[in-house]
T-cell receptor, first 119, second 118 residues
Framework: AQKVTQAQTEISVVEKEDVTLDCVYETRDTTYYLFWYKQPPSGELVFLIRRNSFDEQNEISGRYSWNFQKSTSSFNFTITASQVVDSAVYFCALSEGGWRTGTASKLTFGTGTRLQVTL | AAGVIQSPRHLIKEKRETATLKCYPIPRHDTVYWYQQGPGQDPQFLISFYEKMQSDKGSIPDRFSAQQFSDYHSELNMSSLELGDSALYFC?????????????????FGAGSRLTVL
């Protein structure tokens, strides 16, 4: 069975600080996808990134960066120079098997990390 | 770009009543997923459909049913509503069969339908 753990329930930082959100996953599948979604106070789920299990390259997109390490089953998310607009709940998610079959699979979410960025 | 459309956005019902939520996927998306998110919780998978057939089932109560229609929109029917059904219900869509190089496609979520049961 697949499982995603986000041990940090809530993080508070002051604007311009860097912050890292941790994500650890469990899966028996060798082919899987990892995702991060953002849920701002307005409630919608916004896709941030997808990573497949064969691509361990780190990725940077503006102030966002992701560090995927299969050896530790982790997919951590770092926000550099945080801003108030980054305040949201961030979910890490996992889907299994889709890469191999070419079919889309459901997502299993972690419990989320609430990030509060203050001035 | 067109997104996933959910209606209604807000719904208030009494206990034991029935509610129907609708979801219109992104054009050309053939797979629809339903998720339930209780207050302060993560989204929980309920059910999914690919090409109008149920493709996967999660923790969907027997009081709930869903289907995907010929135009690919989906409806989630909830009967005998309970207080614990109060939640944000998300619909997501994706391409069910992507190219092998892209594999499982990204789920795009709608804005959600907030159900309150009194």
């Amino acid at each position: 069975a697949q499982k995603v753990t986000q041990a940090q329930t809530e993080i508070s930082v002051v604007e311009k600080e860097d912050v890292t959100l941790d994500c650890v996953y469990e899966t028996r599948d060798t082919t899987y996808y990892l995702f991060w979604y953002k849920q701002p106070p307005s409630g919608e789920l916004v896709f941030l990134i997808r990573r497949n299990s064969f691509d361990e390259q780190n990725e940077i997109s503006g102030r966002y960066s992701w560090n995927f390490q299969k050896s530790t089953s982790s997919f951590n998310f770092t926000i550099t120079a945080s801003q108030v607009v980054d305040s949201a709940v961030y979910f890490c998610a996992l889907s299994e098997g889709g890469w191999r079959t070419g079919t889309a699979s459901k997502l299993t979410f972690g419990t989320g990390t609430r990030l509060q960025v203050t001035l | 770009a067109a997104g996933v459309i959910q209606s209604p956005r807000h719904l208030i019902k009494e206990k034991r009543e029935t509610a129907t939520l609708k979801c219109y996927p992104i054009p050309r998306h053939d797979t629809v997923y339903w998720y339930q998110q209780g207050p302060g919780q993560d989204p929980q998978f309920l059910i999914s459909f690919y090409e109008k057939m149920q493709s996967d089932k999660g923790s969907i109560p027997d009081r709930f049913s869903a289907q995907q229609f010929s135009d690919y929109h989906s409806e989630l029917n909830m009967s005998s509503l309970e207080l614990g059904d109060s939640a944000l219900y998300f619909c997501a869509s994706s391409l069910g069969r992507g190219q092998r190089s892209s594999g499982a496609n990204v789920l795009t979520f709608g804005a959600g339908s907030r159900l309150t049961v009194l």
